[in-house]
């Protein structure tokens, strides 16, 4: 059974630090590429970056570039979200999510996590 | 970048069809793909590759896309249906999301 689990959420001031984490298992971790997702409060699903397998290629939205880093470490079947200089509205549920492959009509999140919370408040 | 536009909301009555639409420029060159996420729930994939459904998705969920449309369709609605809906493209770089369609079902 396929399974994400995040932590490393929680409440951090504005300007701060946090860095998240995503635990793989059920599946081959360095065959797939993966994403992280968030969703503020009440919105919609926002992207927030993409990792290839072997890290090679890494892809931000344009209002995360520059203060978020995403990596992974497959020998350790997990994904990371580093989140610095944080602001009041990158306040969301941050979701790791699998995703399903790099060709034509696989480009699609097949699994996602149950989610972690970051409160960005002072 | 790259937009994709659900509307808010769709209501629909109990056993009839509705359908949920996603705009953007030539979706139809690309594939779309479809969520559906339930209050407190982390979102599921419900069809891909514009109407493919993932193992253990109901029959009733089926889906279309051609020109700048792409369609979700559910027949026979039923109440454990009601959900925000997203669909989904990639653009080439990034993932791309549509807004959010709140489906009622009353």
């Known amino acids: 059974e396929v399974q994400l689990v995040e932590s490393g959420g929680g409440l951090v001031q504005p300007g701060g630090s946090l860095r998240l984490s995503c635990a793989a298992s059920?599946?081959?971790?360095?065959?797939?590429?993966m994403n992280w997702v968030r969703q503020a409060p009440g919105k919609g699903l926002e992207w927030v970056s993409y990792?290839?397998?072997?890290?090679?290629?890494?892809n931000y939205a344009d209002f995360v570039r520059g203060r978020f880093t995403i990596s992974r470490d497959n020998a350790k079947n997990s994904l990371y979200l580093q989140m610095n200089s944080l602001r009041d509205e990158d306040t969301a549920v941050y979701y790791c999510?699998?995703?399903?492959?790099?060709?034509?009509?696989?480009?699609?999140?097949?699994?996602w996590g149950q989610g972690t919370l970051v409160t960005v408040s002072s | 970048s790259y937009e994709l536009t659900q509307p808010p909301s769709v209501s629909v009555s109990p056993g009839q069809t509705t359908s949920i639409t996603c705009s953007g420029h030539?979706?139809?060159?690309?594939?779309a793909c479809w969520y559906q996420q339930k209050p407190g729930q982390s979102p599921v994939l419900v069809i891909y590759?514009?109407?493919k459904r993932p193992s253990g998705i109901p029959e009733r969920f089926s889906g279309s896309n051609s020109g700048n449309t792409a369609t979700l369709i559910i027949s026979g609605t039923q109440v454990m249906d009601e959900a925000e809906y997203y669909c989904?493209?990639?653009?080439?770089?990034?993932?791309?999301f549509g807004g959010g369609t709140k489906l009622t079902v009353l």
């Open positions: 999510a699998r995703w399903a492959g790099d060709i034509a009509g696989r480009r699609m999140i097949d699994y």
């Open positions: 059920g599946f081959i971790f360095s065959s797939y590429s």
């Open positions: 990792i290839s397998t072997s890290s090679t290629i890494i």
């Open positions: 030539k979706l139809g060159d690309k594939y």
């Open positions: 590759e514009d109407n």
């Open positions: 989904q493209a990639w653009d080439g770089s990034s993932v791309v």
